[in-house]
């Protein structure tokens, strides 16, 4: 008896369950017919209709569907008596929106108020000066060869400071060494020679084996005086107090100096990117690295900040995160605050620098922001969908930003302070079919996609023949190399965008460099002492050789010859040797077989 209830109970609800898929089949056909009917209406008056400036006034609901063909979502979803089960239908398929705040959130009530303005046009601004590139300075001068700009860029202050710093590191480490500008340009030569050929190890830069031996290294200077620079390399050197309060104390004058050059001889265009750079520092005792983020492609890095022209990539200014406090808008606000007055820059953002808060600070300041916007940014409710429809584009606008939702391959939301409702296409690949699929997209979609990659495009260059070398306990410096690396590319576009030159590879520009400082290289060893180069100046500490410190006095007008603890090239001859005249600031040979000591001062 229980057996049979049972069966007749579950006979019951199968006839039930039966009943209600066919409802739902019908309800279904019912909708795909109504589509079918309205894919039938002319897609290219619809089309004209929808690009008018209040065409979302007038067709509210109007979106776009693959094919050119225009149907409204009210005829769908919000009929009362088909709008539960149609939601629920999507919902089983993974595509269901989500549902709109409710109306007693006080919060999004406020954000909806917000974002409730008129719809309008373009706003920005043309330039007061439109001129952008190197900075001339006269009217009448000279053409600049490749020569020229790199000393534009890396001039005597840059020198300068390399050469004092690595000297007053290795006197107070009681080091016996004493560096001059040929040691400085021939450390420049390897370290840009070794980025270009990718080689990493000191060991690979000197081989002695002549199949793996590049040669070239050892032409510049033996592998014990490069050690000898990369021990002690320094740009600046603090006292206790300084390196306490500021994390970049032992690099921060450097990298100051790096971006005066780069501001002072050349002037962006309209467009900016801003965008961050990590470097690889892996260094236990680093004070700004973030370490262990498995999320990223680097786990262990130091995060800089960059403003880069659209186009050519030119790194303007940028801005070291050293992890102590401060906020994001701050940070922004302060990499934006050298740019030029007067030329209504644009700057693109990712959704990770793109603030409210931020696009209207900027707008006081007579700048423009663009970019990508969170979820939990200040969104109107009607953009908090979990998957926006084919075509899907709205605009909202409050007193002075643009807020756009628009659907690409995913959700989009745009924030802008200068764009409006003009409209635009893209061709985007569908699966299943062979052919791109022309969609609508908002003109800020095609002004960030074309402005924004700068960052990437100057993270390219940087990476591929990155000059950094590594050190065991100094962990800024790899800043340090950061900056030259900067010098070098920003060189490389100023170069490119003389007028009386063509554009050159970054790879032959830099084959030119190393050339370059090759030749600076020679010269300094060739060139008598001076007041700014002699080691001298340099004093050693006090517990270094009595020989090296009564050698750096010789009697006035005498020219003796003395023992260096470091070798370098003859000056007659280029073979290496310890001896030295450091009246005239030269190495030379002072053995049996050569008397080039002899030989130079009889000539004099």
């Not at 705040?101 to 309008?120: G, H, L, T, Y």
């Not at 922004?332 to 693109?348: E, H």
């Not at 926006?388 to 584009?393: A, M, R, T």
């Amino acid at each position: 008896m229980a057996s049979s209830t049972r069966g007749a109970a579950a006979a019951e609800k199968a006839r039930d369950a039966g009943q209600k898929h066919r409802r739902d089949d019908e309800q279904q056909r019912g909708v795909v017919a109504k589509r079918r009917a309205v894919k039938d209406v002319e897609g290219e008056a619809a089309e004209d209709e929808c690009d008018t400036a209040g065409s979302e006034d007038e067709y509210p609901g109007l979106v776009y569907q693959a094919g050119h063909a225009f149907f409204t979502l009210e005829d769908e979803l919000l009929e009362p008596e088909k709008k539960g089960k149609a939601t629920a239908a999507k919902a089983k398929k993974g595509k269901a929106a989500a549902a709109p705040p409710e109306d007693d959130d006080p919060k999004q009530a406020a954000w909806d108020k917000f974002w409730s303005k008129p719809k309008r046009k373009s706003t920005l601004p043309r330039p007061d000066d439109p001129f952008g590139g190197p900075v001339r300075r006269g009217s009448l001068r000279k053409e600049e060869s490749l020569e020229d700009v790199l000393q534009l860029y890396f001039n005597e202050e840059v020198i300068k400071r390399l050469r004092v710093e690595t000297n007053v590191y290795a006197a107070r480490n009681q080091l016996d060494f004493v560096f001059t500008d040929e040691d400085i340009y021939g450390y420049l030569t390897i370290i840009f020679y070794a980025g270009l050929h990718n080689i990493d190890s000191c060991a690979e830069m000197f081989d002695a084996d002549k199949r793996h031996s590049t040669d070239f290294c050892r032409q510049v200077m033996s592998r014990n005086r490069f050690q000898a620079i990369k021990r002690c390399i320094s740009v600046a050197n603090p006292d206790a107090a300084t390196n306490t309060n500021d994390k970049l104390a032992k690099v921060r004058p450097f990298l100051d100096l790096v971006r005066d050059i780069s501001q002072k001889n050349y002037r962006p265009q309209q467009h900016l990117a801003l965008d961050e750079t990590s470097l690889q520092c892996a260094h236990r005792n680093s004070r700004v690295s973030y370490r262990s983020q498995s999320h990223k492609i680097r786990r262990d890095f130091i995060k800089v900040i960059c403003v880069n022209e659209s186009g050519s990539a030119y790194l303007w200014d940028f801005l070291v995160d050293e992890r102590i406090g401060v906020s994001t808008q701050d940070m922004v606000l302060r990499v934006l605050s050298r740019l030029p007055p007067g030329g209504k820059y644009t700057v693109a953002t990712d959704r990770y620098y793109t603030s409210v808060n931020t696009a209207e600070e900027l707008l006081d300041r007579d700048l423009y922001m663009y970019g990508t916007l969170r979820a939990n940014g200040g969104l109107h409710s009607e953009l908090k969908l979990k998957s926006y429809p084919d075509g899907f584009v709205k605009f909202f606008f409050s007193d002075r930003l643009m807020l756009c939702g628009w659907k690409d391959s995913g959700n989009v939301v745009f924030l802008s302070s200068f764009h409006g409702i003009e409209r635009t296409t893209v061709a985007r690949r569908q699966k299943g079919q062979a052919n791109k699929v022309v969609r609508p997209a908002p003109e800020v979609a095609e002004d960030y996609n074309m402005h924004m990659g700068a960052g990437d495009q100057y993270n390219s260059l940087m990476e591929r023949n990155f000059c950094i070398q590594v050190h065991q306990r100094r962990w800024y410096l790899s800043l340090m190399y950061y900056g030259l690396e900067a010098l070098m590319i920003n060189a490389c576009v100023y170069h490119a965008n003389l007028p009386h030159t063509s554009a050159q590879p970054m790879k032959e520009f830099r084959k030119a460099a190393v050339d370059y400082f090759f030749g600076k290289s020679r010269a300094a060893a060739a060139a008598p002492a001076t007041a700014g180069q002699s080691p001298v100046h340099v004093a050693p500490h006090p517990h270094a050789s009595a020989q090296l410190h009564h050698a750096a006095h010789p009697p006035s007008g005498m020219h003796v010859p003395t023992l260096i603890p470091s070798r370098g090239h003859c000056s007659a001859c280029s073979m290496k040797t310890a001896v030295k005249c450091l009246t005239c600031n030269k190495f030379l040979c002072f053995v049996a077989e050569r008397n080039c000591y002899l030989e130079f001062h009889s000539s004099l």
